[in-house]
């Protein structure tokens, strides 16, 4: 009977001493100890949409200029994702991640396109990506390499623009 309520004592305190872990911020660092960095409708941690180079490079986020042939403008890698954001006329204005990523309504990088569909619905399918428009000026875009059913990269775009060719 005593070794029952040792048990008993044991596992309440344990329950007791559980806390929930934190929801990462989307003005943190893009990703830390792990947890997924937010994609959200203005970009990720502290790279955000329309930031000059200069500004991007100040956030600590931003490393080498990592332009090819398969780029239409200067792109730059991601430090705490991998990934990229493009620059055209000066700004940024396309952003890609490839790993550690989410979206605020909760869509992960390894996600099947079923996932991607029940959290949105109004997703359309383009030839080259999903895309979902934000407002106006913004989209989502979310890749799927090789047809696959894997969510393998997300990107958030100015309309009218895109560094891929």
Not at 79 to 104: F, H, K, L, M, N
Not at 118 to 145: I, K, M, N
Request: overall charge negative; charged content about 20%; hydrophobic content about 40%.
């Amino acid at each position: 009977m005593r070794l029952l309520v040792v048990a008993g004592v044991l596992l309440l305190a344990a329950c007791e001493s559980a806390t929930p872990p934190a929801a990462p911020s989307s003005t943190a660092p893009a990703t830390a100890a792990g947890e997924a960095g937010v994609l959200d409708s203005g970009g990720i941690g502290a790279v955000r949409l329309g930031m000059t180079v200069e500004r991007l490079r100040a956030t600590g986020e931003v490393g080498d200029d990592v332009t090819t042939l398969e780029f239409s403008c200067p792109v730059h890698e991601l430090v705490a994702v991998r990934g990229w954001v493009g620059v055209q006329d000066g700004v940024a204005v396309d952003i890609r991640v490839e790993s550690a990523a989410r979206t605020p309504e909760g869509l992960r990088i390894g996600d099947s396109r079923d996932r991607m569909r029940e959290v949105y619905p109004d997703v359309e399918q383009t030839p080259h990506s999903f895309v979902r428009v934000l407002d106006a000026a913004t989209r989502y875009q979310f890749f799927f390499r090789d047809a696959g059913d894997t969510l393998t990269g997300m990107g958030l775009t100015k309309e009218g623009h895109g560094c891929l060719n």
